[in-house]
């Protein structure tokens, strides 16, 4: 059973340029809540499975874990969120998508930081979009075919 969390409900803003011909930059960006909650609940975590020399399971004080793993829970929970914005910007915005998205300008750079909202963008491969011809007043011929039983066998 997958648990959802509030990080999902909350708006992403998702910005759609056009990259080249069958290409889009998404620029998303999740608000400073999303992240801090997200970061919250990783640590969270984090601090009830922990286990560090001198302390009991889950009993290790907040800012060890923090200076100890921070980094790692920084990296993951980015991550995490950058994997739900995308793929709840593609849906809600019915990107039609061919192929993985490929990290967009800045996106090695986008830090995730507490109280700060988190910018990304990637490019994507999509569905070429264009419209067939319509066939009212062509004619289209067939030809008549008979066979006879003799020439079926």
Do not use: C, W
């Not at 970061?39 to 100890?68: C, D, V, Y």
């Not at 950058?82 to 849906?91: H, P, Q, T």
């Amino acid at each position: 059973m997958t648990e959802m969390t509030a990080t999902q409900d909350v708006a992403h803003e998702v910005k759609i340029d056009e990259a080249g011909p069958a290409r889009k930059r998404l620029t998303i960006t999740i608000p400073a809540e999303a992240v801090d909650e997200r970061l919250e609940e990783s640590m969270a975590t984090l601090a009830h499975e922990a286990q560090i020399p001198g302390f009991r399971k889950g009993k290790a004080p907040r800012n060890l874990i923090e200076k100890r793993f921070g980094t790692t829970v920084r990296s993951e929970a980015r991550n995490q969120l950058i994997a739900d914005a995308y793929s709840k910007a593609i849906e809600e915005h019915k990107v039609r998508v061919v192929g993985e998205p490929e990290p967009g300008e800045g996106f090695d750079d986008a830090k995730l930081e507490p109280g700060k909202p988190l910018t990304f963008a990637v490019e994507v491969e999509t569905v070429p979009e264009f419209e067939l011809p319509t066939r009212e007043g062509k004619e289209s011929k067939r030809r008549d075919v008979n066979k006879t039983e003799e020439q079926v066998k």
